[in-house]
């Protein structure tokens, strides 16, 4: 088990474990329909930060995430309504969850968690449009980039923001 996940419920564990799974979908699919070469990107970075974060929280926690990473995509997609509107609220609903987490666990473990979705959110972005298809933002994905529907978790003094 992660340390951090000592204080939660398994349903709050699961929360986080499909949080970057929902940050991809909610960017890949603000724009309508879902991107593919989005929901891939998200995937590799997902892969990739298991060796980013070398051994820390992070590493553990992404290492849960890719093992279910692409499954959990796929049942979420699936479940979600197609419209756009409907499948962001949804989504959003479902990450304003991490709020209530992150006052459980500890502080810099949820502030690095919440920084690392905000770099995902970019990272899917980017992945499509653009210059050979890469590097566009578009309007519709650029309201979501901030994931303002989850609050940004404090740092040990609180001075931060």
């Known amino acids: ?6 204080n939660l419920s398994q349903q709050e564990v699961n ?12 960017i890949a699919g603000a724009e309508g329909k879902i991107d593919e070469k989005e929901i891939d990107w998200g995937s590799y970075v997902v892969h990739f930060r298991v060796s980013e974060y070398e051994s820390s929280s992070m590493m553990r926690v992404y290492k849960e995430v890719d093992k279910v990473f692409n499954d959990s995509v796929k049942q979420f997609i699936e479940g979600l309504p197609q419209d756009t509107d409907q499948r962001s609220i949804v989504i959003s609903e479902k990450l304003s969850r991490l709020n209530g ?21 970019k990272q899917v972005a980017k992945a499509s449009g653009g210059l050979w298809g890469y590097g566009s933002i578009s309007p519709q994905e650029q309201k979501y980039l901030d994931l303002d529907i989850i609050d940004e978790p404090q740092s040990e003094t609180g001075s931060e923001s």
């Open 1 to 6: 088990m992660i340390p951090e996940f000592k």
């Open 15 to 26: 929360t986080i474990i499909d949080a970057p799974a929902l940050v991809t979908i909610l």
């Open 101 to 121: 987490i992150f006052k459980k666990v500890d502080k810099k473990f949820a502030k690095e968690f919440y920084e690392s979705l905000r770099t995902l959110a």
